[in-house]
């Protein structure tokens, strides 16, 4: 079937201009490739912001997010967050929903090649915070450090959130106890959890 004369020169004009034009794909890996900006890369954690309060592994729909509790010896009671980059879809649900707003960020890294596993993890590492009277696990020190700042003044209804915040402006020394015959009215002023906390208040 001989095709009309207009249609052959538009196929003709396609040709040359593909031939001597410039190329339509990137010149990887001769040249560096800049995604979009909107573009959604490798996450990464921000060490600063990030409080370990464990969000984002909470609303990962694939379970890239492991978070371990290490809270055996109350000296080196840790909370450790391993982002597995190889099992991450990017759907972007950590960040929307992180605590702080900037402890995980989304960003232009699209090349990111390995030849171990742990090449593909991310690890940030945060003190824990222990209940002084059973030894379980309340939070990080972080997040706690983090809640009483946006609480501001309202952080002294909570003995937990004032002791912590007094330790950083070195007010309250580690480990201070109140030396009283009535025990339970003197742990009301120590660092508890909520179950702890309910049951020295019924006490007193």
């Known amino acids: 079937m ?38 959604r890369g490798r996450p990464r954690y921000d060490k600063d912001e990030c409080i370990g309060c464990g969000a984002c592994a909470e609303v990962c729909p694939n379970d890239a997010i492991e978070v371990t ?4 010896n109350p000296e080196q009671a840790v909370r450790i967050l391993i982002h597995h980059l ?14 702080t707003e900037k402890g ?11 030849f171990k596993r742990e090449d593909f993890e991310e690890r940030v590492q945060k003190d824990l915070l222990l209940c002084e009277v059973c030894g379980k696990v309340i939070a990080p020190i972080d997040q706690i450090k983090w809640l009483a700042k946006r609480l501001g003044p309202l952080a002294f209804c909570n003995p937990t959130l004032m002791l912590v915040s007094h330790r950083e402006l ?5 480990g201070f106890e109140i030396d009283s015959e009535y025990p339970q009215r003197a742990r009301r002023l120590n660092i508890q959890c909520p179950h702890c906390r309910r049951k020295t208040a019924l006490t007193v």
């Open 170 to 174: 070195q007010v309250v020394d580690k």
């Open 2 to 39: 001989k095709l009309p004369c207009l249609l052959q020169f538009r196929i003709l004009k396609l040709a040359l201009a593909s031939l001597f034009g410039r190329a339509y794909t990137n010149p990887f890996p001769k040249g560096a490739y800049e995604p979009i900006k909107q573009y």
């Open 104 to 114: 995980i960020k989304f960003t232009n890294e699209w090349d990111y090649v390995g």
């Open 69 to 72: 509790d290490a809270a055996d």
């Open 86 to 99: 190889d099992n991450c879809i990017q759907c972007g649900q950590c960040e929307r929903y992180c605590t």
